[in-house]
């Protein structure tokens, strides 16, 4: 048996309150053996002396390989920004390219103290992979569609992404779960919701969606069918308690409350929905209505950057301009949201530090001039905190960042082969 012990540090409960405890790590099941004092010792040690240890981050709604695309495409509405500039772009993408990306993406996670991400993308075998050598923790999906192809590539499409969960659930040794990912209600036809969603659900494999993330998603919908698009959701079969979507900015008292009545949780992008002028969830009244929130940084074409402690600075902000009140999401429920909200989404047994959790966790540095007096140490992860703060970070027992040094990345070679291959993306596009 081998142990981890990180030691010296104040924690985060799962309560929000904080106190001065080590944790002692099974790095043989990758989870947490037990919180206090005097628990060690251990074959291994991480120093958390002047830090505070937290739940790992969990990025609850990524493209993660888009990190090919950062500051390629930016200042346009979803639809002129997908049609114009992603999509021309991603029908380039080969294999080595999303492999690149996922890999620089995921160096950019670990730094910022996130341990697991979903992603719904392309070449996912290959993504798998990259979760697999890098040790983190996933749950991955092929993103179908089905706008732009003849019925027979669309089904081929969707084929590829219920094969894809089939076969890879439980790779990286069970850090990897799988997921079916039809894009969206508005980028996927209705005879291939009716035909996939039974089978997927059938192979008990779970769906995520793009829902609700803008009006030009939802009129159509309504003028169609004189219903709102998480009702016609709904008699699709996609809503579900191992269902999730991405976005949910303008959804409606009787949406809200068929998500919390189905238990589908719902992947809150903040910085992406401002950046693309989607509008503003109404994250508080999600909450209020007992849905389950999570938090996601969408991917780094849109955002920019996968950091989820800026997300929560902007979950934060961004929620109490919706609800015009200053107490709205406060700092504790947003903190709630990056963790335990969005491994809840995900179906993760992480996102909180007690014996018997998933052995995911961070250590953030608290000696920085922003991060001074240590009044509420939770407000400073909400609104103070940045990803460049974090220390140490652990997944599933291994420590995959000691003293701010990645390792299992090259990280180096991950940026030059970004770079190179992101370049050579663009030549080919235009």
């Known amino acids: ?238 809503l579900a308690e191992d269902s999730f979507i991405a976005h949910g900015v303008h959804v409606d008292d009787s949406e809200m409350a068929l998500l919390a009545e189905r238990d589908t949780a719902v992947v809150h992008c903040p910085a992406s929905n401002m950046k693309l002028a989607s509008g503003m969830a109404p994250v508080q009244e999600l909450l209020d209505a007992g849905v389950t929130v999570g938090l996601g940084t969408d991917g780094a074409a849109s955002n920019n950057d996968l950091d989820m402690f800026d997300e929560m600075r902007d979950a934060a902000m961004l929620g109490k301009l919706a609800a015009d009140d200053a107490s709205a999401v406060d700092a504790a429920t947003t903190v709630r949201m990056a963790t335990e909200g969005s491994a809840a989404a995900l179906g993760l047994d992480s996102g909180r530090i007690e014996a018997g959790a998933n052995a995911d966790l961070a250590v953030v540095s608290l000696d920085a001039p922003r991060l001074t007096p240590h009044h509420d140490l939770v407000s400073h992860l909400a609104y103070a905190a940045t990803g460049s703060d974090v220390r140490h970070t652990v997944c599933d027992g291994q420590v995959l960042m000691r003293d701010q040094k990645l390792t299992t990345i090259d990280e180096a070679a991950a940026r030059e082969q970004a770079e190179t291959r992101a370049q050579a993306l663009v030549e080919r596009a235009e």
């Open 1 to 238: 048996m081998s142990d981890l012990l990180v030691t010296g540090g104040r924690v985060l409960r799962p309560d929000m309150r904080i106190e001065r405890a080590d944790v002692l790590v099974d790095q043989d099941s990758g989870t947490i053996e037990a919180v206090g004092d005097g628990v060690g010792p251990a074959d291994d040690e991480l120093d958390a002396e002047g830090g505070l240890v937290i739940p790992g981050l969990v990025n609850a709604h990524t493209h993660v390989a888009m990190t090919l695309f950062r500051g390629y495409a930016d200042d346009k509405p979803l639809d002129a920004w997908l049609q114009e500039d992603i999509w021309p772009v991603e029908a380039e993408l080969q294999a080595d390219d999303v492999a690149a990306g996922a890999r620089l993406g995921i160096a950019e996670m670990i730094r910022s103290g996130t341990t697991a991400f979903a992603d719904m993308y392309f070449f996912m075998p290959e993504v798998a992979e990259v979760v697999a050598e890098t040790g983190m923790r996933a749950k991955l999906g092929h993103g179908s569609i089905s706008v732009g192809k003849d019925d027979e590539a669309a089904r081929a499409d969707f084929r590829e992404g219920l094969d894809f969960a089939r076969e890879y659930d439980g790779s990286a040794d069970g850090r990897v779960s799988t997921m079916f990912t039809p894009h969206s209600l508005t980028t996927v036809f209705e005879e291939h919701f009716e035909t996939f969603v039974p089978e997927a659900r059938d192979a008990d494999v779970p769906i995520h969606f793009h829902a609700n993330e803008t009006t030009d998603e939802v009129d159509p919908i309504i003028e169609e069918r004189d219903r709102r698009p998480l009702d016609w959701a709904d008699d699709l079969g996609l």
